[in-house]
């Protein structure tokens, strides 16, 4: 393998650059419509070109080096992505999330952490149980990359969280408070909106009727950040259009777990999915499409009929 000059390694960061703020305009989050700080450069607007299905193409003018970077966002700026949740979780090899106390600043190395950035930038709206706020007290803003910041939309059925947590008081993102309609506080934490939501049998909330009253408000586009609890329901519940898991290698030790899904007794009804593989530094993320080919499913079970496919992948490499 030759050696990377200095130089090259200044292009290749240019290229991806200006290919992230075509992502931002392919995906109806760039300047015309969020006041993002820049446009993206003019020659990068002809990297990418509509297909006949409305959807988006790299063109051979997109440089080598933003490649990769631009195929693992792509999907996320096409028209079929409005109506998308995409969950997230980053993990070590021993599948832990976080110590057994909690600790987990942070899993994943700084390729990721940019990573979930660029993710929340895309979407329309950022969700995260109230055990993420309450371990992490995360911003769940876009200050590391160009682009607008999210709705931030925490899950607090009981409605227990304080008012301190910072996405309650830095007014950075317009935040909602999500509790279950029994449990609604009189007044809301700091700045954050209330949204009251129904609960199911397991006294969670309706995550259907969570999706639902999201699309009401024009959030159409969706990023389940965490935690762990919180992504495997939406799992569970055929809520999620893909699923990405970054693994680093770190090895924890009877931590928290990462997906907590219900019992397989054969290996034969497991979910083996067909990954794209991208890596992040020292860390692998694995993207993978839940979708199922007909466009719908109402349940876990069918979205797991719908998503069985032979594993493969690709290896890339994001800048």
């Given at each position: 393998?030759?050696?990377?000059?200095?130089?090259?390694?200044?292009?290749?960061?240019?290229?991806?650059?200006?290919?992230?703020?075509?992502?931002?305009?392919?995906?109806?989050?760039?300047?015309?419509?969020?006041?993002?700080?820049?446009?993206?450069?003019?020659?990068?607007?002809?990297?990418?070109?509509?297909?006949?299905?409305?959807?988006?193409?790299?063109?051979?003018?997109?440089?080598?080096?933003?490649?990769?970077?631009?195929?693992?966002?792509?999907?996320?700026?096409?028209?079929?992505?409005?109506?998308?949740?995409?969950?997230?979780?980053?993990?070590?090899?021993?599948?832990?999330?976080?110590?057994?106390?909690?600790?987990?600043?942070?899993?994943?190395?700084?390729?990721?952490?940019?990573?979930?950035?660029?993710?929340?930038?895309?979407?329309?709206?950022?969700?995260?149980?109230?055990?993420?706020?309450?371990?992490?007290?995360?911003?769940?803003?876009?200050?590391?990359?160009?682009?607008?910041?999210?709705?931030?939309?925490?899950?607090?059925p009981r409605g227990r969280l304080a008012t301190e947590h910072r996405l309650f008081q830095d007014e950075a993102a317009p935040t909602?408070?999500?509790?279950?309609?029994?449990?609604?506080?009189?007044?809301?934490?700091?700045?954050?909106?209330?949204?009251?939501?129904?609960?199911?049998?397991?006294?969670?909330?309706?995550?259907?009727?969570?999706?639902?009253?999201?699309?009401?408000?024009?959030?159409?586009?969706?990023?389940?950040?965490?935690?762990?609890?919180?992504?495997?329901?939406?799992?569970?519940?055929?809520?999620?259009?893909?699923?990405?898991?970054?693994?680093?290698?770190?090895?924890?030790?009877?931590?928290?777990?990462?997906?907590?899904?219900?019992?397989?007794?054969?290996?034969?009804?497991?979910?083996?999915?067909?990954?794209?593989?991208?890596?992040?530094?020292?860390?692998?993320?694995?993207?993978?499409?839940?979708s199922p080919a007909d466009g719908g499913c109402t349940d876990g079970a069918e979205m797991a009929a719908g998503a069985l496919a032979?594993?493969?992948?690709?290896?890339?490499?994001?800048?």
């Amino acid at each position: 393998m030759g050696v990377v000059t200095q130089a090259e390694q200044d292009a290749a960061a240019e290229s991806a650059a200006a290919a992230w703020l075509a992502l931002l305009a392919a995906a109806g989050r760039g300047t015309a419509v969020a006041g993002t700080a820049e446009p993206a450069p003019p020659e990068a607007a002809g990297w990418l070109c509509r297909d006949a299905d409305g959807g988006w193409q790299m063109r051979p003018s997109l440089p080598q080096a933003a490649r990769d970077l631009v195929s693992l966002y792509l999907p996320l700026c096409t028209d079929d992505a409005d109506g998308w949740v995409v969950g997230h979780l980053g993990q070590s090899l021993d599948g832990c999330i976080a110590t057994h106390g909690g600790d987990s600043c942070f899993v994943t190395g700084p390729d990721n952490i940019l990573h979930l950035h660029r993710m929340r930038a895309l979407c329309h709206a950022v969700i995260v149980g109230a055990g993420t706020v309450v371990n992490d007290d995360p911003r769940l803003t876009t200050r590391l990359v160009p682009g607008p910041s999210p709705v931030r939309v925490v899950l607090d059925p009981r409605g227990r969280l304080a008012t301190e947590h910072r996405l309650f008081q830095d007014e950075a993102a317009p935040t909602l408070l999500c509790t279950a309609e029994h449990a609604q506080p009189t007044t809301p934490p700091g700045a954050a909106g209330l949204l009251a939501l129904p609960t199911d049998d397991d006294t969670g909330l309706r995550l259907d009727a969570l999706v639902t009253a999201l699309a009401a408000r024009g959030l159409t586009r969706l990023f389940v950040e965490g935690g762990g609890v919180t992504v495997s329901r939406f799992l569970a519940a055929g809520l999620l259009s893909r699923l990405q898991i970054a693994v680093a290698p770190l090895l924890i030790g009877q931590g928290r777990p990462g997906l907590s899904l219900p019992r397989t007794e054969r290996l034969a009804d497991a979910l083996r999915l067909a990954p794209r593989i991208f890596r992040m530094g020292a860390d692998m993320l694995y993207d993978l499409d839940l979708s199922p080919a007909d466009g719908g499913c109402t349940d876990g079970a069918e979205m797991a009929a719908g998503a069985l496919a032979d594993a493969g992948g690709v290896l890339m490499r994001v800048l």
